[in-house]
């Protein structure tokens, strides 16, 4: 039995809302049922078994958050998953090898929640840090089957500020502008207005080229900058 995994899920327990749960539930819209446990508490809950239990290393690292995501019972599970991986003193463990089970992360949850987290904590990062290897994945991501991995695409790169590969957003918007996903246009507006914040001028100009940008991305490009004057 991996001992961080169940402290874990014995802290969750310990610590559940029956009161609050179904409201996370239903918020989320998830199949999964959750404990009810909000995330300051979780993070209470991280760093008593993380004391109890430190890491190692990175196979036991991905030893553990194997078994958090694969039997979770509990969304929360799952997010513990996310936060040991996420973990400052974990990053340096989580690398291209990592790539698969992200993916199958993003794909398996099917959510806002988990695609979100991964995007901008992990798959950006590890695009900044190997651009060889990982500009080509994301590019394929940009017209994959699932609409997550599109999304993934589209905003893998909020972080990047200065160091964006615009080539790479550039592609990720237009295979997806035509597609009337709600999360794939509020995606497409986020990554715009992020990068808005760093040179606004070429976000002005990338709207006013891409016509066929839906009423909501264009809104939520252009909510910091507004139109070019």
Same mark, same amino acid.
């Given at each position: ?14 610590? $559940?809302?029956?009161? $609050? ?8 819209? #998830? ?18 078994? &993380? ?21 979770? $019972? ?21 690398? &291209? ?13 099917? *959510? ?15 695009? /900044? ?18 609409? *997550?991995?599109?999304?993934? #695409?589209?905003?893998?790169? &909020? ?25 794939? /246009? ?15 001028? *070429?976000?002005?100009?990338?709207? #006013? ?21």
């Amino acid at each position: 039995m991996n001992g961080l995994a169940q402290a874990l899920r014995n802290g969750l327990a310990e610590l $559940a809302d029956p009161d $609050a749960a179904p409201t996370m539930q239903a918020y989320m819209k #998830s199949a999964m049922p959750f404990r009810g446990v909000p995330k300051p508490v979780r993070g209470r809950v991280l760093r008593a078994a &993380l004391a109890a239990h430190p890491v190692p290393d990175g196979a036991a690292l991905a030893t553990t958050v194997d078994d958090l995501w694969g039997a979770a $019972a509990y969304r929360e599970e799952r997010y513990l998953a996310m936060d040991l991986a996420g973990h400052r003193r974990h990053l340096p463990w989580v690398g &291209l090898d990592w790539l698969p089970r992200l993916r199958a992360w993003i794909v398996d949850a099917g *959510w806002w929640d988990v695609t979100d987290e991964l995007a901008n904590r992990h798959v950006g990062r590890l695009l /900044r840090a190997h651009p060889t290897e990982v500009t080509p994945l994301v590019r394929g991501w940009a017209t994959d089957p699932d609409r *997550w991995l599109r999304r993934t #695409s589209v905003i893998c790169q &909020l972080s990047a500020r200065a160091d964006i590969d615009l080539d790479l957003l550039t592609t990720a918007i237009e295979d997806n502008t035509a597609d009337p996903d709600f999360f794939l /246009r509020k995606g497409i507006g986020w990554a715009l207005r992020q990068h808005a914040r760093t040179d606004p001028d *070429w976000v002005r100009a990338f709207v #006013s080229a891409h016509p066929e940008l839906s009423p909501l991305s264009r809104r939520e490009a252009l909510r910091v900058v507004g139109e070019a004057g």
